[in-house]
C-alpha cells in the first residue's frame, strides 16, 4: 500500500518536473513571443508600451519575408509528397520480409538518419557542384528527402507491424483485390502513423535550415532568409517574431484538428 | 444437388521453406455438408483451408470446385468465404459496415445493401447492434458478426478457422447449437477446423482427421470411431487400447498375431500376410471383465491378469488389468457391474470382431 502511493508520488513528482522543463525553455520563451509580437516597441525591451498589430501588418510590406515563406510552403508539400511515396513501400517490405537482405537493406535506408545534417548539407552541396546542377529550391527539396524517408520508416513500421495480416486476408477473402484492400482496410488502419508522419516531415522540412543553407539558389526559405536579415537589416526583429507567432499558431491548430481527426477514426 | 462433389483436393502438397506442412492431401467435400477437419495444431488443417480459400498457393497439387481448376484464383475470385480464427472484423468499422463490406465491393445498390445486411443480422440475431463500433462488442457477438460478413454473400462453401476458438467452453456450447441450425438453414457447403474433438463430434456430418501433415481418414463419426484406419485416429477418437504385435497366422475371418508372447484374434485385412507389424485397437468397453473364465468360442481373445488400478467415473468404472506378459489392458463396466478392487484376480475377453486391425 505505501509503496503503491509512494510510487504514485514519484510519478507525479517526474511528471511534473518535465511539464516544468517543457514550460520553461519552451513554452515561456513561446508566450515572450506572443506577448512583443503585440507590444508596440521594435525591441525587447521589459516594458509594456501598448498594443499593436503593425508587426503583423508589416510582414506583407516583406516582399522578401513573404516570398521565402512560400519557398518553404513549397518545398515542405513537396517533400512530404515525394518522401511519403517514397517511405511507405519500403515500411511494408521491412515489415514483411525476413533475412539478411532486409537486415542491410534496413542499414542502408536508415543510416541517413542519424548522418548530421551539416554533413548531408555539405556531401550534396557538393554532389550538386560536380554533376553541375545550378542549385535551386528543386535541390534543397531533393536534399532533405534524404532524411525524410528513414523518418518516415521509423514512424511507420511499428503500426503496420501491430496490424493482423488476417484483416487483409478478409478483406481480399470479401471479393477486394489487392489495391482495393490498401484502399479500404489497410490504409484508413495506419492512417493515424501516416498521418504523424506527413505533419513531421513537413514540419522538419519547413524548419530546415542546416541542409537548405548549402543546398539552395538564390531563392530562400524562411529560415535561411531569418538568418540572412538578423542583424543586417534595422527592426526587422518583431516582424519575424511576429511571423513566428502565425506560424506557431497555424501549426498548432493543424495538429489538433488532425490528431482529433485520427483519433476519433480509430476509437 | 446434395451429396454431389462440390470441391476435390488432388495430391495437394504444401513446403514452408524446409518444413512440410502438407502431405499428398486428398480429399472430396460434399455439397451442402458440414465438414469437420479436426487434428492437434500444426497437424495442416489451417493450412488446408486457406489453399482452398485461396490465402495460400499449394506447393504442389490442384484444388477443383465444381469441376473447375481454381488452385491459381486470387481469393477474391473464389466462391468461398473464411471466417478466420482471430474474426479479422475490421476495427475502424461499425457492425453494418463489416457486413455489409463485401457487397458494397461488388457494387450492390444501398437500399439492397440495407435490406440484405437486416435479413443476415436476424438470422444471427444481432439486429440490435447494428450501428455498433466492432470494438465495443462481446466475443460471442463478434463470432456473430464474423459469420455474418460471410455468410451475406452467399457463398458456396464457407470455411471456418477455429472460429470459436478464443471463447470460453459455455459460449461454445451455446454457439455449436446456433451454428448447426445456420448450417441447417442456409443449406450451403462449410468446412469448419478445429483441435476440438468435441466440437468435432457435435457440429460434423463427416470428419476429417489431421495429422503432421496427412489426412489420415475422412468419414462420418461412428466410421472414425468404430473403423479407425491408423494408430493416430484410433486414439485421436475415444479411448482405446493400442496393441502392437506380428501376424503369425493368417485366417479366413481372423488373423493371429503374436502379442509379447501372448496370441491375440482379430479381424483379417485383405493385404494381410505373416510376419507383418500390425496394430489392433480395442475400445474398453467392448472388453468384458470377469472373476470366473467364461466358455470360450472360435476367435475369442481372453486373459487372466489383475486389477492394477480403477477409476471411478460415475456411471461406469475404469479397470487397469495387467496380463501375463506384462502389459495393462484397460476395461470399463458400467457402475452397476463394477465389482472388483484393486488387486482382484479377474479375466478379461471380447471376441475378435470388437477388435480393428491397423496396418500403419
Known sequence: MRIEISGKIIKYILAIYTGLTIGFFIYFPISILYIYSVNNTPYFIPEWRGFTLQWFLKIFERGDLLNSIWNSLIIAVFVTAISMALGIPPSFYLVRTKGRIRDAYFLYLMIPFIIPWIIIGVADFILFWFIGVNKSLLTAALSHIVYSIPLIVVILTPRIYSLDPSLEEASMDLGADELTTFRKVTFPLIFPSIASAAIITFAWSFDNFVISYFTLGNELTWPVWVFSVIGKVPRIMPIINATSVIIITVSSIAIYILAKKGLTELF | ?360
Open chain 2, 1 to 360: 444437388m446434395k451429396g454431389e462433389v462440390i470441391l476435390r483436393v488432388e495430391g495437394l502438397w504444401k513446403y514452408f521453406g524446409d518444413v512440410i506442412a502438407l502431405r499428398n492431401i486428398n480429399l472430396e467435400v460434399l455439397k451442402g455438408e458440414l465438414l469437420v477437419l479436426l487434428g492437434p495444431s500444426g497437424s495442416g488443417k489451417s493450412t488446408l483451408l486457406r489453399i482452398i480459400a485461396g490465402l495460400e498457393k499449394p506447393t504442389k497439387g490442384k484444388v477443383y470446385m465444381d469441376s473447375e481448376d481454381i488452385t491459381d484464383l486470387p481469393p477474391y475470385k473464389r466462391d468461398t468465404s473464411m471466417v478466420f480464427q482471430s474474426l479479422a472484423l475490421f476495427p475502424n468499422m461499425t457492425v453494418y459496415d463489416n457486413v455489409a463490406y463485401g457487397l458494397k465491393i461488388r457494387g450492390v445498390p444501398k437500399d439492397e445493401i440495407d435490406k440484405r445486411v437486416d435479413e443476415i443480422l436476424d438470422l444471427v440475431k444481432i439486429r440490435e447492434l447494428k450501428n455498433r463500433r466492432v470494438t465495443k462488442l462481446s466475443g460471442g457477438q463478434r463470432q456473430r458478426v464474423a459469420i455474418a460478413r460471410s455468410l451475406i454473400l452467399n457463398p458456396s462453401i464457407l470455411l471456418l478457422d477455429e472460429p470459436l476458438g478464443a471463447l470460453d467452453l459455455k459460449l461454445r456450447k451455446e454457439l455449436h447449437v446456433e451454428l448447426k441450425r445456420l448450417h441447417e438453414e442456409v443449406g450451403n457447403t462449410w468446412i469448419f477446423v478445429t483441435h476440438d474433438q468435441e466440437e468435432a463430434l457435435t457440429l460434423a456430418d463427416r470428419i476429417g482427421i489431421m495429422n503432421n501433415g496427412r489426412l489420415e481418414q475422412v468419414g462420418d463419426k461412428w466410421d472414425l470411431y468404430e473403423k479407425p484406419a491408423t494408430r493416430f485416429v484410433a486414439e485421436f477418437i475415444g479411448e482405446t487400447n493400442l496393441i502392437d504385435g506380428k501376424v503369425v497366422e493368417v485366417g479366413d475371418k481372423y488373423i493371429v498375431v503374436d502379442w509379447m508372447g501372448e496370441k491375440i484374434y482379430a479381424p483379417v485385412l485383405e493385404n494381410i500376410d505373416r510376419g507383418m507389424n500390425v496394430s489392433i485397437s480395442i475400445r474398453p468397453e467392448n472388453i468384458s471383465v470377469s472373476f470366473r473364465p467364461k466358455s470360450v468360442g472360435e476367435g475369442v481373445n481372453i486373459y487372466e491378469g489383475e486389477v492394477v488400478d480403477e477409476l471411478f467415473k460415475g456411471s461406469y468404472v475404469i479397470y487397469y488389468v495387467k496380463i501375463r506378459n506384462g502389459q495393462v489392458i484397460r476395461a470399463t463396466v458400467l457402475s452397476k457391474d463394477a465389482d472388483f478392487d484393486v488387486g482382484n484376480k479377474v479375466y478379461i475377453y471380447w471376441r475378435f470382431d470388437k477388435g480393428v486391425t491397423i496396418i500403419d
